[in-house]
């Protein structure tokens, strides 16, 4: 068992708070996509045809309450919702593309060496 201080250090760990926003399967990839321009939810769903509509609900639902996306209601007939990103989620994108570089990077020791 770890004691109380060990829990605290892990509880107040910046690190640990972002690994609860990008543990999601989809995280990086909805954001990848929202960079590129604001979706409705049905556009989204189809850019991204491997997620249930149940899990791309509730990733949405995630990144909303973490503050990385923004949804916007018009309320019109049919109802209309789009999501974008906040700035702190586009302050995000650069730490994805070095994720992405360090991948490759991976991708080619791993191959060499494992």
Known sequence: MTNSKENTNIISC???DVQKIINGKWTMVIIYFLS???FRFGE??????QITQAN??????????????HREVYREVPP?????L?????KFLPIIEALEVWAVEYQEYKNEYL
Request: charged share 30%.
């Open 14 to 16: 910046p690190v640990a």
């Open 36 to 38: 590129q321009k604001t």
């Open 44 to 49: 989204l769903s189809r850019e991204i045809p």
């Open 56 to 69: 791309l609900t509730k990733e949405l639902r995630l990144l909303e309450k973490y503050g990385l996306i």
């Open 80 to 84: 209309k919702v789009e999501y974008s």
């Open 86 to 90: 906040t700035d702190i989620g586009t």
